[in-house]
């Protein structure tokens, strides 16, 4: 059994984790504190009111229809989803104003239909294949983004393809069932920088390239919007000219490469995985836990030592919670288990039975493999299940 004096502590050592639920863990658990979640929605919601933009966060990361009140008491009332699966499931959960920021999925389209005839809906076109298709299949009103690719070059139209978007918009405009909303990007390439610099160049550059978008085609659409969604550039940047509407959604938790980046402090973390220490290997330095690819997936950053780090480590020390600095991380996954490099001096905090926490790489893909949350209050959260 885990000793349960793991949970009686209020931490203050590193003024990242507060009081833990008095519940035995375990397995791997994904603890979220309540408290930061709701002032990281605060702290957005704030921003965008201050810059007069339209706040539509991504849901993506939490996934969880509680949560989702948590917004709504908040003040937000429309959300942005990566799938039509996930529109549905907070659709059914009282959201009626609803953007896919996914384009358009042609066999899905009937299926679509459906949610459109219930709700405000707003998908995304790239091409004139999901255009025609929407056009022969669509049955009620559903409004269309033209999906621009700043730069990532993972999906969207480049912002210099103007015959093709002129193309597109003709053929929304001969569709009585299709409202042209206006463009929309993700500049998801500031995931990528190496500085707070880097992401205001990567930033600046995408507005510059969609205020020509909308400087161009505002006279004939006056009331198209401009919508981005990135959080590195939502959390540092203030210059958001010609934008209408910010849709970021890893700041709900953030992680550590949200804090690598400089776009959170530790304090704004708000999800930690809890595991069991299994073993202990002097010889080499490591302790196996409780905790592999399958809770935390497989995303990693640079650590200080040049190889890559997977989570930070906090320990517990009488009645302390001890972030240990990045000589100690989580530096391998299998399956089931992860493999933690620790300096012979820090070896002590480790027992086979402890129950230590780790800070996740991206919070989004550990939160999407568990699929429900223990809150620091001690409540089980789900979260949009498998289908």
């Known amino acids: 059994m885990i000793r349960n004096d793991y949970f009686r502590n209020f931490i203050h050592e ?7 639920p008095e519940m035995e863990i375990t397995k791997p658990t994904l603890l979220l504190n309540k408290e930061i979640v709701l002032r990281n929605i605060g702290n957005m919601l704030r921003k965008a009111n ?40 907070f659709a059914d959960a009282g959201w009626d104003d609803i953007t896919i920021a996914f384009s358009v999925n042609i066999p899905e389209i009937p299926e679509m239909n459906e949610l459109a005839g219930r709700i405000n809906l707003n998908v995304l076109i790239e091409n004139m294949e999901g255009l025609e298709a929407l056009q022969k299949q669509i049955s009620w009103h559903t409004g269309v983004f033209i999906k621009i690719d700043t730069g990532y070059n993972r999906t969207g139209i480049e912002a210099n393809r103007i015959p093709l978007i002129d193309q597109l918009l003709e053929g929304i405009q001969k569709s009585p069932l299709l409202q042209f909303k206006g463009f929309l990007s993700h500049t998801g390439h500031t995931y990528l920088a190496n500085s707070t610099h880097d992401i205001y160049s990567r930033h600046f550059d995408a507005l510059l390239k969609m205020k020509a978008l909308k400087a161009r085609y505002q006279s004939d659409w006056p009331e ?8 590195p550039s939502c959390s540092i940047c203030d210059n958001f000219d010609g934008v209408d509407e910010i849709r970021p959604g890893n700041f709900v938790f953030y992680d550590l490469m949200q804090f690598k980046l400089g776009s959170c402090k530790l304090t704004d973390i708000a999800v930690r995985m809890v595991c069991p220490v299994i073993a202990t290997h002097p010889s080499r330095n490591e302790v196996v836990i409780y905790g592999g690819a399958i809770h935390f997936a497989k995303d990693s950053i640079i650590n200080i030592d040049g190889k890559p780090l997977f989570g930070r480590i906090i320990v517990t020390e009488g009645d302390r919670k001890i972030l240990l600095d990045e000589k100690n ?24 039975g402890d129950l230590i926490e780790i800070i996740p790489v991206h919070s989004c893909l550990t939160a999407n493999l568990m699929k429900e949350y223990l809150t620091t209050e001690g409540e089980i959260i789900k979260m949009l299940p498998f289908f």
């Open 224 to 231: 198209l919007i401009i919508s981005i969604g990135d959080t």
């Open 50 to 89: 201050e810059l007069n933009l339209n706040f539509r966060p991504h849901f993506k990361t939490h996934q969880s229809a509680e949560i989702g009140k948590w917004f709504r008491e908040a003040g937000v009332k429309c959300i942005t989803v990566s799938s039509l699966t996930m529109a549905n499931y």
């Open 14 to 20: 590193y003024n990242c984790v507060v009081y833990l």
């Open 329 to 352: 991380y989580l530096h391998a996954l299998s399956q089931e288990h992860g493999i933690l490099r620790i300096t012979p001096q820090d070896l002590k905090y480790f027992r086979p």
